[in-house]
């Protein structure tokens, strides 16, 4: 089975301080998900940066989609993340002007090969964008509003569509959950979990809330503890 995500004695430290990061050995098969469970603070959103390539790989090894994160520049690092990867920002980070079409429609404008396999599997970005938006609650009454003047739980679902836009192999989410009340939380990870899965992209999740974890493939409790 083709492996998403293989870690081996990743370590990071900020200058000056002992590790924030050090992880023996992680590996996520291509269409599982994983949660990662921590406190607040513990590093958890230091390694969606490791994964997604946006900071650089210190020492260990670090393969995502097949490719080894130390040994690429910054410019290809940004360009794996861009055409492969998915991300969904705890505050969103949507273009609060922008309308909700817009928004989503973001990665297929900005990539060619993610607007490519929309077309190949929908028939166009736009048709993939509004299935998206369908399977995830967001009402297309909403298509053509300013996504500043949604409530937070409809920006939300703007992100993950954006995010699942392009047919991308891995989701990365850094508590995507959190503005979120209990039964909201549960609502939304499932719709999410199950989009991702219909498209065959792995996730990976990090959150505080231990009661989410039942949802996932793979477990792994920071920083010593792991079980699938």
């Known amino acids: 089975m083709p492996v998403a995500l293989h870690l081996s004695e990743l370590t990071h430290a900020w200058p000056g301080q002992a590790p924030i990061i050090h992880i023996a050995q992680l ?44 040994t690429l520049g910054s410019m290809q690092r940004d360009q794996l993340r861009g055409e492969h990867m998915g991300v969904i920002f705890q505050q969103f980070n949507l273009l609060p002007f922008l309308d909700v079409a817009a928004n989503t429609l973001l990665p297929t404008r900005l990539f060619a090969s993610r607007a490519a396999a929309a077309s190949q599997v929908w028939g ?57 009340d209990d039964a909201n939380q549960l609502e939304f990870l499932d719709l999410l979990l199950g989009t991702a899965e219909k498209q065959g992209a792995s996730v990976v999740m990090v959150s505080h809330n231990a009661r989410l974890a039942d ?13 699938a």
């Open 27 to 70: 590996q996520l098969p291509q269409g599982q998900h994983l949660f990662i469970q921590g406190p607040s603070g513990c590093g958890k959103s230091t390694l969606l940066s490791l994964l997604a390539g946006v900071q650089q790989v210190q020492q260990g090894v670090c393969q995502v989609l097949r490719h080894d994160l130390a």
């Open 124 to 180: 166009s970005p736009l048709a993939q964008a509004l299935a998206l938006a369908e399977g995830l609650g967001l009402p297309s009454s909403l298509w053509h509003q300013p996504v500043h003047q949604l409530s937070v739980g409809q920006q939300q679902r703007v992100a993950a569509v954006r995010a699942l836009m392009g047919q991308p192999q891995l989701i990365i989410a850094d508590e995507p959950t959190s503005a979120l």
């Open 215 to 227: 949802r996932f493939h793979q477990v792994y409790v920071w920083p010593t503890q792991e079980a």
